[in-house]
Nanobody
Framework: EVQLVESGGGSVQAGGSLRLSCEVS????????IEWFRQGPGKEREGVSC????????YYADSAKGRFTISSDNAKNTVYLQMDSLKPEDTATYYC?????????????????????WGQGTQVTVSS
């Protein structure tokens, strides 16, 4: 069974940095994508950044462009989200999710509903 475990959340001041990790286990095929989502208080879950580890293709939401960097260490089965220049509006619970469907790819059109597996979430709090 596929399992995703996030870590690396915490509390920082505006302008600070955090690196989130998503450890993937139980994956039996290539070609999947991992996306980071976030959900702030009273807000809908939104996609932040996506990566397809077997070819390195990525996607960033406008809110993440220029500040966040997604990467994968395939030897460690781990996807990272480096978050720099954090803002109070980045405060949210961050989740990683896996889409294992054949032919999937990173796209602005990917909604939370297509993802098959989810981690438990890690809290990021940015104070002003």
């Amino acid at each position: 069974e596929v399992q995703l475990v996030e870590s690396g959340g915490g509390s920082v001041q505006a302008g600070g940095s955090l690196r989130l990790s998503c450890e993937v286990s139980g994956m039996t095929r290539d070609g999947y994508v991992i996306e980071w989502f976030r959900q702030g208080p009273g807000k809908e879950r939104e996609g932040v950044s996506c990566i397809k580890p077997n070819d390195g293709s990525t996607y960033y939401a406008d809110s993440a462009k220029g500040r966040f960097t997604i990467s994968s260490d395939n030897a460690k089965n781990t996807v990272y989200l480096q978050m720099d220049s954090l803002k109070p509006e980045d405060t949210a619970t961050y989740y990683c999710a896996a889409d294992v469907n054949y032919g999937t790819y990173c796209s602005s059109g990917n909604t939370p509903y297509i993802y098959d597996y989810w981690g438990q979430g890690t809290q990021v709090t940015v104070s002003s």
